[in-house]
Each structure stands twice: as structure tokens, then as C-alpha cells.
């Protein structure tokens, strides 16, 4: 089989190439084109156009790269028919990979989505397109299959691929003494700064938590550096060279921090899965938010709150993101035991949620066999 993936990500790069993995062993001879990053690319596809071209987030930045964005989505749909695969696989990123699907859907290509689309946060109608362009659906939260049921469109759940990656993290092992050797850190208990990936993130909330690492001198600071990003902007951003920074480590800073401040999004996943007692944070330009605001429709901004629907972790937002908030969570996590163990209780609810490892090598024998019947009933 030939597949064509497209993410737009870091994330989308990762799992994607977990996938790529799990198909090649479900599917030897498999071909793969991709629009994704460094991961997929060492798992075995070609990528013509690497996941950094393509962030291009909030209303105001899409405004003003839209020539831009038009014409990779020409570029792209050029480069689907060139390769002419048996399926296209879309993972996450859904402005751009709803409008290649429309496309791809009239041109006689199957169409699968790996990992969904947060529909059910904002533009819920767009659970009718996925339902009209989109062959088979994959999701990874439980709460998904009963949102699309609503739309008479039957998903299929395959576990959270984050569980794959970090069990095969976890098998490699790393010393406390080994990590902080490696990055030319202390000895002191690591607090994990995740400022999130995208320049307006972390204009806004790394200065913050730099701010809250003040008033704990016990503890290092360790930012975990974006690779969409650069070093520079971090020391810009921080107004100082001297600046405990990590890039394309953000599992092993987390495997070894006491705690952490952590962006809205995936990241809250992530350190939970670590067991990571987090407070999580979100601030952005006050326009994007305001637009936001009223067009998201979910109780809580972190995937830990939504998946186990409770204040499993506390959300700073916006102008609730403060110095004096983020500084009494991180020291109720800090020295109250029992508020720790209760966090750490809700993870372990979490993971029961999520499902066990196997996502990719899941969705890749389901994929393999829908093309398969798919070809035979042509």
C-alpha cells in the first residue's frame, strides 16, 4: 500500500511516526510520502514539507499568512496526486487537513484520520464534514465515540497513542545524576516549565513562570525549548542568556521533575503520564482569547480535567495566570502530601481512561484491513 500523512505538529510528527512503524510491520512493503517532521522521517517516509512550515495558529496569524497557507494546500494536493496513494492519512491539524479531505474525497481517495480533531471544543459542525469526507475515523479519548454517535457516525477507539510513546520512553532509563550531568544542571528537586510551542505562548506565559521560580530558590527552573523554536526567543523572551533550557527532551525533564507549570493542550497529558503534579497555565493575545471564548464550548481547558471531567488540576487563565497563583498551587503541590497524593490518584483514573499501549499497532492492523476489503469490494 502506498499512504500519503499529513501532520501539522510536533505532536502529529511523533505519532505519527509511531504509526508509520506499526503499518510498516502490519504492511512490509508499504510506501510513505508525508507532510510531518524528523520523527516520521526516521520512521520511513519521505517528507516534503517539514511540520515547522506549517504553524500558522490564531485568528491573527492566519490572517496574515493566508497567501502562504493557500498555496501549500496547492502544493499539497499536487503532491497527493503525484504519489497517487491508496489512502490519505490526516492526523490532527484540522483547518488545513478538512480542506485537503473535501478535496481528496472528490478524487476518489480514501481518507483516514488519525486522531481527531477537537470538534467537540469549538466548531462542532465540523463533525458533519469529517462525517461526509472521511472514511474512518480514529479517536483516543473515550468521550468521543459517544459526541460522534450524535452525528449517526461510528468511530473507532483506539487508546491514546501518548501511551505508546511514553512506554517505550520509560524503557530506556535515565538517572536523576545522568540527566542533569548531560545538561549542565544542579542537584536541586527540577520544577519543568512547558511554556507551550507557538512565539505568542511563550511571550506570554514563560515570563510568568519565571517570575514564580523566584520564590522557590530550592528548586531549578528548566524550560522544555519547543523544536519549532529557537534558543534566541527564549532568551529574548526571558530578557537573560542564563536561562536552564532543554530542547528535544521534554520526556526525559519530565520523567525527572518534582513538579511542573504547564501549558493548556497535550502537555497536561503528558505530565500526568509522568506523574507529574502540575499547575496548569494559559495566557494569549487578549483578542485571540476573547475570540476564543466565544467560540469554545468545554467545561475545562486541560485534557486532564476533560477526560476524567473534575478539577483534577487547577487551570490559571488568563488574567488569572499570576505570580501569587502560579506560586501557592506550586507550593500546595510542593509541601501539602496529601494534596499531592490526591493528584496523583486522578492519574491514575486518567490512565484507566486512555487505555492500555498499543494505539498505532491498533489503528494500523484496523487501516490495513479497511483498505484491504475496501480494494476487494471495488
Known sequence: MKYFLIAGEASGDLHGGNLIIALKA??????????????????GAKILMHYKSLAFMGFLVVLQNLRTIL?????????????????????????????????AKKNKFKTLYYISPKVWAWKKSRAWTIKKYIDKMFVIFPFEVPFY?????????????????????QAKGQTFEQFTKENNLSNKPIVAM???????????????????????????FVVAGAPSQDLSLYQKVAESSRLNIVFGKTYE???????????????????????????????????????????????????????????????LIQSDLTVEK?????????????????MMNNYEALRRELGNPGASARSAKIMLKFLQDSKGNA
Not at 504492511?27 to 510531518?36: I, L, Q, T
Not at 502544493?75 to 478535496?103: E, H, M, T, V
Not at 487578549?286 to 480535567?305: H, P, T, W
Open 26 to 43: 502490519e504492511d512490509p512493503n508499504a510506501e510513505f510520502v508525508a507532510w510531518g517532521g524528523d520523527l516520521m522521517e526516521e520512521a
Open 71 to 103: 498555496n501549500n494546500e496547492k502544493r499539497c494536493k499536487s503532491q497527493i496526486a503525484d504519489f497517487n496513494p491508496d489512502a490519505i492519512i490526516f492526523i490532527d491539524y484540522p483547518g488545513f487537513n478538512l480542506r485537503i479531505a473535501k478535496w
Open 149 to 169: 454517535k450524535n452525528y449517526d457516525y461510528e468511530v473507532e477507539f483506539i487508546g491514546h497513542p501518548l501511551m505508546d510513546a511514553i512506554d517505550q520512553f
Open 194 to 220: 512547558l511554556p507551550g510551542s507557538r512565539t505568542d505562548e511563550i511571550s506570554h506565559m514563560l515570563p510568568i513562570m519565571l517570575e514564580t521560580a523566584k520564590n522557590f530558590p530550592d528548586y531549578q
Open 253 to 315: 525533564l519530565l520523567n525527572h521533575s518534582t513538579a511542573g507549570l504547564i501549558t493548556s493542550g497535550t502537555a497536561t497529558l503528558e505530565a500526568a503520564l509522568f506523574n507529574v503534579p502540575q499547575v496548569v497555565c494559559y495566557k494569549a493575545n487578549q483578542i485571540s482569547y476573547e475570540i476564543a471564548k466565544r467560540l469554545v464550548d468545554i467545561k475545562y481547558i486541560s485534557l486532564v480535567n476533560l477526560v476524567l471531567d473534575t478539577d483534577a488540576v487547577l487551570e
Open 326 to 342: 502560579t506560586s501557592t498551587e506550586l507550593k500546595m503541590i510542593l509541601q501539602n502530601p496529601d494534596y499531592n497524593l490526591e
